[in-house]
């Protein structure tokens, strides 16, 4: 058998540029799905047509400009009571803010009247005019009705809608109507002028609506002062009456405290202070000697004469202590001087004890009577400092309460009308251009995306190139669909046409099987597939067809025993047959006895006949391979049509016997990973695919997904004047 590897540096490549974007290919596709972005171009521009000019409401715009000056003088600092505007950023972004608040525009709808306006009230009925833009729209609400019917949405209750109908629900959809049509501009960006625009289906109602927008915002100024100063003058009176109260309570406080108690003064707090420090001091010195005490006496238990005499620093004891183990009056003495030491240390011990006890008592009586003044200087200091805090806090607020009631009548606005709005003369919008532009853009997206979408929904294979690039293996020919739809009309058709496209692409076929080994011809050619209906016996019958014209003898053996369909294509041919390949294979008939000899064919058939063998067994055994052997002797070519590879394994097994494996694959039908995976089946069992063709080509759809006369033998124009069909 052959094993091709010619192509597999070219599967490798392909396979490292999947991650590259061809932008040829890419637009090779859009190219070739241009009848389906036209009709989209076109179908959004008739659209885009029929909102500009017959659906869009002319709108008219309309504006006004208001000024804001900051720092308008004053004629009282009022600027803690009422707060003016300062021009910073963030001021500048919160008064377009306050121009498009609800209650400034509530106020604008009230002024003018737009609840018994249509435009911006939806529950006033106006009879609608006879137009087509009419019709249409009625016909979109009906199906739209229509639609909710089959979802099982019921329209909206009468009774219902009557209940969203109030006075209160009306406001608030006209003033959410209107500010939908209301833009507020900051222009130039960060300048104290603010631009009121207003678009309306009328030229006069914008400007209006523009005029009294920026009126009531200056109007909205001065109430908002006139009400903080009314508010700030209420609070301030009643603010200032209970800090006299608090006043003089505070002053009454303090009167009475100085009754109550003695003098109290820094000076004696001062003097207790350092008495404090004093006996604190004593009383340290005191703990330090009495620790001195306890130590020393201490270390002399215990301790060896030599270092009690070192301990007290006693000449005496010095002087002893080196013959104390010695001289026995020398340890009497030294005895006795040491408990001289001992009981003079007891005794300062005891005395330093006592002189501590009297420092601690003297300290805490010193400490009791500096808590107490210090409690009476801090509640009688605090007490002055209160009384001191209301009577500023009193002079403050009365001075406030002042200048606010001589504020009320001087209040002027933060801003002025800068310019008054203009009845436009022409609509602003719709743009029509641009309507009908940004329809024909859209479609051509929405096209170019359909396309692109169906390109990578595409899981079969469409061209030779794309066979070629995925499975890595030759594409020896491209099969046309042959026009007959019985079985038997192929093979007549083939016969009555030889110079048909479908014949030259066999004879294409053929060549390429013929080269695909120079050196050694394939002589056994087995043809198969992944799946039935895929055209490998078409392909096995019209290759035998071919070879047998150039006066070559050929068999043609019907490997899919279990099927057995290829006595339909011979009819009443088929009938005469005394045997099959399993007949011929276990020796009860003949191999010329079981072949038919088909006229139309011009080839020997030798068809399967039904077994209680399994196939894989019969294709397995020293049998078959020796029939092989045998007919490679007695013809020139012989073609084998097996089974699916996906579903049985008996093609990889004959492919053991043969010279050239060709796997047939059905244009735009046969998927990728199901190609893939028979071929794999393949590499399994260490046999290699000599190379695929395309079946079943139909030309009207490569026109469709616009290949044209680019592939194929024939499909396009370019082959009229080489075949006759």
């Known amino acids: 058998m052959v094993q091709m590897s010619s192509v597999a540096p070219q599967a490798a490549e392909t396979q490292a540029d999947d991650d590259l974007i061809?932008?040829?290919?890419?637009?090779?596709?859009?190219?070739?799905?241009?009848?389906?972005?036209?009709?989209?171009?076109?179908?959004?521009?008739?659209?885009?047509?029929?909102?500009?000019?017959?659906?869009?409401?002319?709108?008219?715009?309309?504006?006004?400009?208001?000024?804001?000056?900051?720092?308008?003088?004053?004629?009282v600092d009022l600027e803690s009571v009422v707060s003016g505007f300062g021009g910073t950023t963030s001021e500048l972004t919160s008064e377009i803010e306050v121009i498009r608040a609800r209650s400034l525009i509530g106020r604008v709808v009230e002024r003018l009247e737009l609840t018994e306006d249509p435009e911006f009230n939806p529950y006033i009925e106006v009879p609608e005019e006879d137009t087509v833009a009419n019709r249409l729209d009625n016909g979109v609400a009906a199906v739209k009705l229509w639609v909710k019917s089959l979802f099982g949405i019921a329209p909206t209750d009468p009774q219902l809608a009557a209940v969203e109908r109030t006075p209160g629900r009306v406001q608030d959809v006209v003033i959410s109507n209107l500010l939908e049509d209301i833009e507020v501009t900051n222009a130039p960006t960060n300048s104290y002028?603010?631009?009121?625009?207003?678009?309306?289906?009328?030229?006069?109602?914008?400007?209006?609506?523009?005029?009294?927008?920026?009126?009531?915002?200056?109007?909205?100024?001065?109430?908002?002062?006139?009400?903080?100063?009314?508010?700030?003058?209420?609070?301030?009176?009643?603010?200032?009456?209970?800090?006299?109260?608090?006043?003089?309570?505070?002053?009454?406080?303090?009167?009475?405290f100085n009754a109550e108690n003695e003098l109290v003064s820094p000076e004696a707090i001062a003097v207790l202070e350092r008495q404090m420090q004093e006996m604190r001091s004593r009383l340290t010195d005191s703990g330090e000697q009495i620790t001195t005490l306890e130590e020393r006496l201490a270390a002399l238990e215990g301790a060896t004469p030599e270092e009690q005499a070192a301990i007290t620093g006693d000449s005496q004891l010095t002087a002893l202590a080196g013959r104390v183990g010695t001289d026995t009056r020398a340890a009497d003495a030294f005895e006795t001087r040491l408990d001289q030491l001992v009981a003079r240390d007891r005794l300062a011990l005891e005395r330093a004890r006592s002189q501590a006890s009297s420092f601690e008592t003297a300290e805490a009586d010193i400490e009791a009577d500096y808590l107490a003044q210090t409690r009476a200087l801090t509640e009688l200091q605090q007490l002055t400092r209160d009384a001191e805090a209301s009577r500023l806090l009193y002079e403050y607020f009365l001075t406030r309460l002042k200048e606010t009631a001589a504020q009320e009548g001087i209040l002027q606005p933060d801003s002025r009308i800068l310019s008054a709005a203009v009845v436009p003369s022409a609509p602003s919008a719709p743009n029509k251009k641009l309507i009908v532009a940004a329809a024909v853009l859209l479609g051509l997206m929405l096209g170019v995306a359909i396309v692109l979408i169906r390109e990578m929904r595409a899981n079969s294979f469409r061209t030779g190139s794309d066979l070629e690039a995925i499975t890595g293996r030759t594409v020896l020919g491209q099969l046309p669909v042959f026009p007959s739809r019985k079985r038997r009309a192929i093979?007549?058709?083939?016969?009555?046409?030889?110079?048909?496209?479908?014949?030259?692409?066999?004879?294409?076929?053929?060549?390429?099987?013929?080269?695909?080994?120079?050196?050694?011809?394939?002589?056994?050619?087995?043809?198969?597939?992944?799946?039935?209906?895929?055209?490998?016996?078409t392909t096995s019958i019209a290759l035998a067809h071919n070879l047998a014209a150039m006066g070559k003898r050929v068999l043609l053996i019907e490997g899919d025993i279990r099927r057995r369909t290829l006595a339909q294509y011979f009819g009443d041919?088929?009938?005469?047959?005394?045997?099959?390949?399993?007949?011929?294979?276990?020796?009860?008939?003949?191999?010329?006895?079981?072949?038919?000899?088909?006229?139309?064919?011009?080839?020997?058939?030798?068809?399967?006949?039904?077994?209680?063998?399994?196939?894989?067994?019969?294709?397995?055994?020293?049998?078959?391979?020796?029939?092989?052997?045998?007919?490679?002797?007695?013809?020139?070519?012989?073609?084998?049509?097996?089974?699916?590879?996906?579903?049985?394994?008996?093609?990889?097994?004959?492919?053991?016997?043969?010279?050239?494996?060709?796997?047939?694959?059905?244009?735009?039908?046969?998927?990728?990973?199901?190609?893939?995976?028979?071929?794999?089946?393949?590499?399994?069992?260490?046999?290699?695919?000599?190379?695929?063709?395309?079946?079943?080509?139909?030309?009207?759809?490569?026109?469709?997904?616009?290949?044209?006369?680019?592939?194929?033998?024939?499909?396009?124009?370019?082959?009229?004047?080489?075949y006759t069909n």
């Open 193 to 256: 002028v603010f631009k009121v625009t207003v678009t309306t289906t009328s030229p006069g109602k914008s400007a209006l609506i523009a005029d009294t927008i920026v009126d009531e915002y200056i109007q909205n100024q001065v109430a908002v002062k006139f009400e903080a100063t009314e508010r700030a003058t209420t609070w301030l009176s009643n603010r200032v009456a209970e800090l006299e109260t608090e006043l003089e309570a505070a002053e009454a406080r303090v009167t009475q």
């Open 491 to 537: 093979l007549t058709y083939l016969h009555d046409k030889p110079n048909s496209a479908a014949a030259e692409a066999v004879r294409n076929l053929r060549t390429s099987i013929m080269f695909s080994n120079i050196d050694n011809p394939p002589q056994l050619i087995m043809v198969t597939s992944s799946l039935q209906g895929e055209g490998k016996t």
């Open 22 to 75: 061809d932008i040829g290919a890419l637009l090779q596709t859009i190219w070739r799905g241009k009848i389906i972005v036209l009709a989209c171009v076109l179908l959004a521009g008739v659209i885009g047509i029929w909102q500009a000019y017959l659906v869009a409401v002319p709108k008219y715009t309309a504006s006004a400009t208001v000024i804001t000056e900051p720092n308008q003088s004053m004629v």
């Open 573 to 722: 041919e088929g009938d005469r047959q005394t045997g099959g390949l399993v007949s011929v294979l276990t020796g009860d008939t003949p191999l010329e006895e079981a072949v038919i000899k088909s006229d139309l064919l011009g080839a020997d058939v030798l068809p399967g006949e039904k077994t209680s063998s399994n196939a894989a067994d019969v294709f397995s055994s020293e049998r078959f391979r020796d029939f092989c052997e045998r007919v490679r002797k007695v013809y020139d070519y012989i073609i084998i049509d097996t089974p699916p590879v996906l579903i049985v394994p008996d093609a990889r097994i004959i492919a053991g016997n043969a010279d050239a494996v060709v796997f047939a694959v059905r244009w735009d039908h046969t998927s990728r990973h199901q190609v893939r995976d028979a071929l794999r089946l393949f590499e399994t069992v260490g046999q290699q695919v000599t190379g695929t063709v395309l079946t079943q080509i139909n030309p009207r759809g490569m026109r469709r997904y616009g290949y044209g006369a680019n592939y194929g033998y024939g499909y396009g124009g370019y082959g009229n004047k080489y």
